[in-house]
């Protein structure tokens, strides 16, 4: 199953540094029931939703840590469904995409990370503040293969 779980890019050096997305629980979104009946659309559009559910969950992270960057990172994860309560009374944030992951994920099932460039850091100041997040329309998150994580400057 993939979730999408949204993090930072300390989390990300956390990430290189320990080998495990830690602690559990962790808050993720993924192509659930829920989201399939709240979503029309095929297989790609209920993912990008997921994604997008991710990323904008990365900006509550960076409102709870002022000395992160200013970036969106959300973690692209291939788990077993066994880990994954898919349950939406339980769901991160009311979304119908929320899922929670009951346990560490090793990181050779992080599948990809994807990070705003640093050209996005004032959208994303702005989003995080009383300012308008429509700007982060503009900014498409890049991504990285896992080999690549310990290359992605802050």
Not at 51 to 77: G, H, I
Not at 121 to 131: D, K, N, T
Request: glycine residues 6%; proline residues 8%; aromatic residues 4%.
């Amino acid at each position: 199953m993939r979730v999408y779980l949204p993090s930072t890019l300390p989390r990300i050096r956390e990430l290189v540094a320990s080998g495990t997305v830690a602690p559990a629980p962790l808050k993720g979104f993924a192509v659930t029931d829920a989201l399939r009946s709240a979503v029309e659309g095929d297989e790609e559009e209920l993912e990008y939703e997921a994604f997008t559910a991710a990323a904008n969950a990365s900006l509550e992270l960076l409102a709870e840590d002022p000395d992160a960057p200013r970036r969106r990172v959300v973690l692209a994860v291939e788990i077993t469904d066994t880990v994954v309560d898919t349950d939406p009374a339980g769901a991160p944030g009311a979304s119908p995409a929320g899922v929670t992951v009951e346990a560490q994920i090793p990181r050779k099932r992080v599948a990809a990370a994807h990070v705003d460039d640093p050209a996005a850091e004032e959208a994303v100041a702005a989003a995080l503040g009383p300012g308008d997040a429509a700007g982060l329309e503009d900014h498409d998150l890049l991504w990285f293969a896992t080999q690549e994580l310990r290359y992605i400057e802050e």
